[in-house]
C-alpha cells in the first residue's frame, strides 16, 4: 500500500522567514495535490503537480515534483501570519483503488507563522 | 465552483445509536469519499463510491456502511456508534477516475461526538 510521509508535523517559523514541507512517497505516482485546511475548516486544494519536474507558485507558497525521487517540496517564501494553517499532500496511487480516484493522504504539516 | 455539502456541521449522539451523514455535491462528479480526521493522524479513508449503488472498502470500513442511491448523495451510516467514533468526518467528491480532473473537493466536515 502508498504510503505518504510529510515533515516535519509541526513546523513553527517567525514572518519573513523561508522554510520548505516535504512530502515523501513510496510507490509510483504521477500525480500529487497539495491541500491546504484552516482551523475547524476544510480542506482547501492548493496545486495540482501533474509531472515529474512540475512547479507551480501562487504568492508565497511554491510546490515541486520529483517522480523519480518520489518526493514533493512545499516552499515558503517570506511567511506572512496568513500562511498559517495545517498542509497536506494528496497523492494518487497506481493500485486498483487509483483507477478509481482514491488519494493517500500525508499525516498534514501544521503551520504557524508568529510576529 | 463545485459545491459540497453536509447535513450537519455538529452533531453529538449516544453510544448505540444509528447515525446517519448525508452528503450532497451538485456538479454531477462521479466519485464520492468518506474521511475521517483524528489530531496526528490525518485523513482516513473509510468509504468511497464510483458510481450509483458501487461502493469500496477504504483503510478503516469496520463499524461504517454507506449508502449511495443517488449520484449526487453518499451516506455514512453508524450502525452502533460508539466512543471511538468520536471524530471530524470529511466528505469528498471528484469529477472523474483517471485525468486531472480527479482532485478531490471537500464538505466543511461534520463533527461528531458519541457519548
Known amino acids: 500500500e502508498l504510503k505518504v510521509e510529510q515533515n516535519p508535523l509541526f513546523l513553527s517559523m517567525q514572518e519573513g522567514k523561508n522554510y520548505t514541507i516535504y512530502c515523501n512517497y513510496s510507490t509510483t505516482s504521477d500525480r500529487l495535490y497539495w491541500y491546504r485546511q484552516d482551523p475547524g475548516k476544510s480542506l482547501e486544494s492548493l496545486f495540482v503537480?501533474?509531472?515529474?519536474?512540475a512547479v507551480k507558485q501562487e504568492g508565497r507558497l511554491m510546490a515541486s515534483l520529483d517522480t523519480k525521487a518520489r518526493l514533493s517540496t512545499l516552499h515558503i517564501t517570506a511567511a506572512v501570519h496568513d500562511l498559517s494553517a495545517t498542509y497536506f499532500c494528496a497523492v494518487v496511487g497506481a493500485d486498483r483503488g487509483s483507477t478509481l480516484g482514491r488519494l493517500y493522504f500525508g499525516r498534514g504539516t501544521q503551520l504557524t507563522v508568529w510576529p | 465552483d463545485v459545491k459540497v455539502t453536509q447535513s450537519s456541521r455538529y452533531l453529538v449522539k449516544r453510544t448505540g445509536e444509528k447515525v446517519f451523514l448525508e452528503c450532497v455535491q451538485d456538479?454531477?462528479?462521479?466519485?464520492m469519499f468518506w474521511y475521517r480526521q483524528d489530531p496526528g493522524l490525518g485523513l482516513r479513508l473509510i468509504y468511497f463510491s464510483y458510481d450509483v449503488k458501487m461502493k469500496e472498502k477504504g483503510d478503516i470500513p469496520e463499524g461504517y456502511s454507506v449508502s449511495r442511491e443517488k449520484k449526487e448523495r453518499f451516506s455514512l451510516i453508524l450502525e452502533s456508534a460508539s466512543t471511538n467514533q468520536t471524530s471530524m468526518y470529511l466528505c469528498a467528491s471528484s469529477l472523474y477516475p483517471r485525468g486531472p480532473y480527479n482532485e478531490q473537493f471537500f464538505g466543511p466536515g461534520t463533527r461528531l461526538t458519541v457519548l
Open positions: 456538479m454531477d462528479h462521479e466519485n
Open positions: 503537480l501533474l509531472s515529474n519536474g
